[in-house]
C-alpha cells in the first residue's frame, strides 16, 4: 500500500508563493509518474501538473504554466509544487497522486493513490 502526505499549503496573499510537498512511501517511486491536481469548492478535480518518473518530462494545465514548477526527489521519494504568483482562483485543495504508470496522462482516473490534500487558500 502507497501513502502519500502532503505539505506547505497555507494562507497567501495575491501575488504570493507556496512550495508544495509530498512524501510517499515505497520503494518504487521512481517508477511511477505523479501528478497535482486540486480542487475548489463546487468544482470538480483538477490536474494541475505531472512529472514522469525520472522527471525527465513534465505536463501542465494552462493555468499553471509560467507560474508553477513540478519537481521530484526520486532519493527522498519526494513530489514538489513551486507556486508563484498566486492568484485568488488558484485557491483549492492540493492533492498529489500517483498514476498506474508513467505516462503523462492528466486524467484522475489514471490515478490510483492519492494523499489527503492540503489546503490553499489565496487572498485578494
Known amino acids: 500500500q502507497v501513502q502519500l502526505v502532503e505539505s506547505g499549503g497555507g494562507l497567501v496573499q495575491a501575488g504570493g508563493s507556496l512550495r508544495l510537498s509530498c512524501v510517499a512511501s515505497?520503494?518504487?517511486?521512481?517508477?511511477?509518474?505523479m501528478g497535482w491536481f486540486r480542487q475548489a469548492p463546487g468544482k470538480e478535480r483538477e490536474f494541475v501538473a505531472i512529472i514522469r518518473g525520472t522527471g525527465s518530462s513534465t505536463l501542465y494545465a494552462d493555468s499553471a504554466k509560467g507560474r508553477f514548477t513540478i519537481s521530484r526527489d526520486n532519493a527522498k521519494n519526494t513530489l514538489n509544487l513551486q507556486m508563484n504568483s498566486l492568484k485568488p482562483e488558484d485557491t483549492a485543495v492540493y492533492f498529489c497522486?500517483?498514476?498506474?504508470?508513467?505516462?503523462?496522462?492528466?486524467?484522475?482516473?489514471?490515478?490510483?493513490?492519492w494523499g489527503q490534500g492540503t489546503q490553499v487558500t489565496v487572498s485578494s
Open positions: 497522486a500517483r498514476s498506474r504508470g508513467d505516462s503523462l496522462r492528466f486524467a484522475t482516473s489514471w490515478y490510483n493513490y
Open positions: 515505497g520503494r518504487t517511486f521512481s517508477s511511477y509518474a
